[in-house]
Protein backbone atom coordinates (compact mmCIF):
# COMPACT_ATOMS: atom_id res chain seq x y z
CA UNK A 1 0.00 0.00 0.00
CA UNK A 2 0.96 3.53 -1.06
CA UNK A 3 -0.98 5.26 2.03
CA UNK A 4 -1.54 8.68 1.39
CA UNK A 5 0.52 10.79 -1.79
CA UNK A 6 0.84 14.17 -3.08
CA UNK A 7 1.12 15.72 -6.61
CA UNK A 8 2.96 17.31 -7.32
CA UNK A 9 5.73 17.48 -4.58
CA UNK A 10 7.58 21.15 -5.60
CA UNK A 11 5.46 23.84 -7.16
CA UNK A 12 6.15 27.54 -8.07
CA UNK A 13 3.11 30.23 -9.20
CA UNK A 14 3.10 33.15 -10.07
CA UNK A 15 0.40 35.71 -8.52
CA UNK A 16 -2.96 35.36 -10.02
CA UNK A 17 -2.05 31.62 -11.59
CA UNK A 18 -4.12 28.05 -11.00
CA UNK A 19 -3.49 25.05 -9.72
CA UNK A 20 -5.00 22.20 -8.51
CA UNK A 21 -2.92 19.38 -6.07
CA UNK A 22 -3.79 16.09 -5.90
CA UNK A 23 -4.21 13.39 -3.33
CA UNK A 24 -4.95 9.84 -3.15
CA UNK A 25 -5.39 7.17 -1.00
CA UNK A 26 -5.45 3.33 -1.23
CA UNK A 27 -6.91 2.74 2.55
CA UNK A 28 -10.80 3.18 1.30
CA UNK A 29 -10.80 5.81 3.87
CA UNK A 30 -13.98 7.44 4.15
CA UNK A 31 -12.80 10.61 5.54
CA UNK A 32 -10.13 12.84 3.82
CA UNK A 33 -8.87 16.27 4.80
CA UNK A 34 -6.35 19.49 3.56
CA UNK A 35 -4.48 21.15 5.63
CA UNK A 36 -1.73 24.11 5.40
CA UNK A 37 1.27 24.37 7.56
CA UNK A 38 3.17 27.68 7.88
CA UNK A 39 6.20 28.53 10.38
CA UNK A 40 5.42 29.01 14.11
CA UNK A 41 1.95 27.61 13.24
CA UNK A 42 0.36 24.86 13.48
CA UNK A 43 -1.46 22.94 10.54
CA UNK A 44 -4.37 24.52 9.52
CA UNK A 45 -7.72 23.02 7.85
CA UNK A 46 -8.39 24.26 5.10
CA UNK A 47 -11.55 22.08 3.95
CA UNK A 48 -12.48 18.11 4.57
CA UNK A 49 -15.10 15.59 3.59
CA UNK A 50 -16.60 13.00 4.89
CA UNK A 51 -17.26 10.70 2.31
CA UNK A 52 -17.61 10.44 -1.49
CA UNK A 53 -19.26 13.54 -3.16
CA UNK A 54 -19.01 15.54 0.22
CA UNK A 55 -17.02 18.37 1.55
CA UNK A 56 -16.82 21.38 4.06
CA UNK A 57 -14.85 24.14 5.08
CA UNK A 58 -12.41 23.86 7.90
CA UNK A 59 -10.90 26.73 9.84
CA UNK A 60 -9.29 28.56 6.42
CA UNK A 61 -11.10 27.78 3.61
CA UNK A 62 -11.02 31.05 2.18
CA UNK A 63 -9.62 31.08 -1.65
CA UNK A 64 -9.52 27.39 -1.85
CA UNK A 65 -11.78 24.55 -3.52
CA UNK A 66 -11.77 20.98 -3.05
CA UNK A 67 -13.85 18.21 -4.96
CA UNK A 68 -13.92 14.67 -4.03
CA UNK A 69 -15.54 13.15 -7.16
CA UNK A 70 -14.16 9.33 -5.96
CA UNK A 71 -13.86 8.02 -2.70
CA UNK A 72 -10.18 7.51 -3.24
CA UNK A 73 -9.17 10.74 -4.61
CA UNK A 74 -9.37 14.84 -3.03
CA UNK A 75 -8.36 17.53 -5.17
CA UNK A 76 -7.62 21.43 -3.56
CA UNK A 77 -7.99 24.03 -6.01
CA UNK A 78 -5.90 27.36 -5.91
CA UNK A 79 -8.26 29.62 -8.50
CA UNK A 80 -5.82 32.88 -8.57
CA UNK A 81 -2.79 32.23 -5.85
CA UNK A 82 -1.55 34.89 -3.77
CA UNK A 83 1.86 35.44 -1.93
CA UNK A 84 -0.27 34.50 1.40
CA UNK A 85 -0.76 30.77 -0.07
CA UNK A 86 2.43 30.01 0.07
CA UNK A 87 2.65 27.43 2.15
CA UNK A 88 3.26 23.41 2.62
CA UNK A 89 0.03 21.55 2.24
CA UNK A 90 -0.44 18.27 3.76
CA UNK A 91 -3.65 15.75 2.72
CA UNK A 92 -4.65 13.46 5.48
CA UNK A 93 -7.58 10.67 5.48
CA UNK A 94 -8.69 8.27 8.20
CA UNK A 95 -10.92 5.83 8.23
CA UNK A 96 -13.86 7.79 9.26
CA UNK A 97 -16.10 5.68 11.50
CA UNK A 98 -19.13 6.32 13.99
CA UNK A 99 -16.56 8.70 16.15
CA UNK A 100 -15.62 11.05 13.08
CA UNK A 101 -12.55 12.44 12.97
CA UNK A 102 -11.61 11.43 16.48
CA UNK A 103 -9.40 8.64 15.06
CA UNK A 104 -5.85 8.50 13.50
CA UNK A 105 -4.78 10.54 10.44
CA UNK A 106 -2.72 9.51 7.77
CA UNK A 107 -0.81 11.71 5.99
CA UNK A 108 0.58 12.41 2.49
CA UNK A 109 4.44 13.82 2.05
CA UNK A 110 3.40 17.13 1.41
CA UNK A 111 3.29 19.13 -1.41
CA UNK A 112 5.72 22.96 -0.91
CA UNK A 113 3.99 25.86 -2.85
CA UNK A 114 5.91 29.12 -3.29
CA UNK A 115 3.69 31.95 -4.77
CA UNK A 116 5.23 34.49 -6.65
CA UNK B 1 -6.06 32.76 24.36
CA UNK B 2 -5.19 30.31 21.20
CA UNK B 3 -7.10 27.44 21.30
CA UNK B 4 -3.67 24.96 21.40
CA UNK B 5 -0.53 26.26 22.91
CA UNK B 6 2.66 24.73 22.93
CA UNK B 7 6.08 25.71 24.55
CA UNK B 8 8.02 25.97 20.79
CA UNK B 9 11.33 24.97 22.82
CA UNK B 10 13.82 23.78 21.50
CA UNK B 11 14.44 21.27 24.18
CA UNK B 12 18.00 20.34 23.50
CA UNK B 13 19.09 17.23 25.81
CA UNK B 14 21.30 14.52 26.21
CA UNK B 15 21.04 10.85 25.21
CA UNK B 16 18.78 8.94 28.08
CA UNK B 17 17.68 12.32 29.47
CA UNK B 18 13.83 12.09 30.78
CA UNK B 19 12.27 15.42 28.94
CA UNK B 20 8.40 16.81 29.40
CA UNK B 21 6.62 18.69 27.01
CA UNK B 22 3.29 20.45 28.15
CA UNK B 23 -0.11 21.70 25.72
CA UNK B 24 -2.12 23.51 27.22
CA UNK B 25 -5.81 23.73 25.06
CA UNK B 26 -8.83 26.10 25.83
CA UNK B 27 -11.97 23.65 24.62
CA UNK B 28 -13.11 22.26 27.91
CA UNK B 29 -15.50 19.58 26.64
CA UNK B 30 -12.15 17.95 24.44
CA UNK B 31 -12.16 14.11 25.46
CA UNK B 32 -9.90 13.11 23.37
CA UNK B 33 -6.16 14.49 22.52
CA UNK B 34 -3.51 13.59 20.86
CA UNK B 35 0.12 13.68 20.21
CA UNK B 36 1.91 13.67 16.84
CA UNK B 37 5.68 13.58 16.05
CA UNK B 38 6.89 15.28 12.99
CA UNK B 39 10.68 15.15 11.39
CA UNK B 40 12.04 17.91 9.71
CA UNK B 41 10.61 18.48 6.39
CA UNK B 42 8.48 15.32 6.49
CA UNK B 43 4.28 14.69 7.68
CA UNK B 44 3.14 14.38 10.71
CA UNK B 45 2.84 11.05 12.21
CA UNK B 46 0.70 9.64 14.93
CA UNK B 47 2.93 9.40 18.38
CA UNK B 48 -0.24 8.56 20.95
CA UNK B 49 -3.93 8.94 21.38
CA UNK B 50 -5.15 10.35 24.84
CA UNK B 51 -8.40 9.54 25.66
CA UNK B 52 -8.91 9.57 29.90
CA UNK B 53 -6.27 10.31 32.24
CA UNK B 54 -3.15 9.00 30.17
CA UNK B 55 -1.78 6.18 27.99
CA UNK B 56 1.57 4.87 27.88
CA UNK B 57 3.69 3.35 25.35
CA UNK B 58 7.04 2.35 25.84
CA UNK B 59 9.28 5.29 26.92
CA UNK B 60 6.22 8.05 26.38
CA UNK B 61 3.54 8.75 28.79
CA UNK B 62 1.19 10.80 28.20
CA UNK B 63 -0.71 12.46 30.55
CA UNK B 64 -4.03 14.90 30.77
CA UNK B 65 -4.71 17.05 33.57
CA UNK B 66 -8.86 17.97 32.57
CA UNK B 67 -8.67 20.42 35.75
CA UNK B 68 -5.92 22.96 34.57
CA UNK B 69 -6.57 21.74 30.42
CA UNK B 70 -3.50 20.36 29.35
CA UNK B 71 -2.10 17.55 28.40
CA UNK B 72 1.66 16.55 28.77
CA UNK B 73 4.04 14.29 26.93
CA UNK B 74 6.81 12.58 28.74
CA UNK B 75 9.94 10.81 27.19
CA UNK B 76 12.08 8.91 29.12
CA UNK B 77 15.72 7.02 28.11
CA UNK B 78 15.81 9.89 25.23
CA UNK B 79 17.44 8.34 21.81
CA UNK B 80 18.47 10.39 19.35
CA UNK B 81 15.96 9.02 17.23
CA UNK B 82 13.30 10.86 19.57
CA UNK B 83 14.71 14.47 17.69
CA UNK B 84 11.56 15.67 16.18
CA UNK B 85 8.79 18.10 16.65
CA UNK B 86 6.03 17.33 18.37
CA UNK B 87 2.34 18.50 17.94
CA UNK B 88 -0.26 18.77 20.21
CA UNK B 89 -3.65 17.87 18.73
CA UNK B 90 -7.33 18.85 20.20
CA UNK B 91 -10.63 18.59 18.56
CA UNK B 92 -12.31 22.02 17.32
CA UNK B 93 -14.82 22.62 20.32
CA UNK B 94 -17.65 22.47 17.71
CA UNK B 95 -16.36 19.82 15.34
CA UNK B 96 -14.68 16.98 15.70
CA UNK B 97 -13.48 16.43 12.08
CA UNK B 98 -11.88 19.91 12.74
CA UNK B 99 -8.88 19.23 14.79
CA UNK B 100 -6.64 21.73 15.92
CA UNK B 101 -2.96 21.38 16.10
CA UNK B 102 -0.30 22.87 18.26
CA UNK B 103 2.51 24.58 16.87
CA UNK B 104 4.75 21.93 17.87
CA UNK B 105 7.72 21.50 20.34
CA UNK B 106 11.07 20.77 18.79
CA UNK B 107 13.38 18.79 20.99
CA UNK B 108 16.80 17.53 19.68
CA UNK B 109 18.79 14.35 21.58
CA UNK B 110 22.58 14.77 21.61
CA UNK B 111 24.97 12.42 22.46
Known amino acids: NAGVTQTPKFRVLKTGQSMTLLCAQDMNHEYMYWYRQDPGMGLRLIHY???????AKGEVPDGYNVSRLKKQNFLLGLESAAPSQTSVYFC???????????????FGPGTRLLVL | RKEVEQDPGPFNVPEGATVAFNCTYSNSASQSFFWYRQDCRKEPKLLMS???SGNEDGRFTAQLNRASQYISLLIRDSKLSDSATYLCVVPNAYNNNDMRFGAGTRLTVKP
Open chain 2, 50 to 52: VYS
Open chain 1, 49 to 55: SVGEGTT
Open chain 1, 92 to 106: ASSLGMETGGLETQY
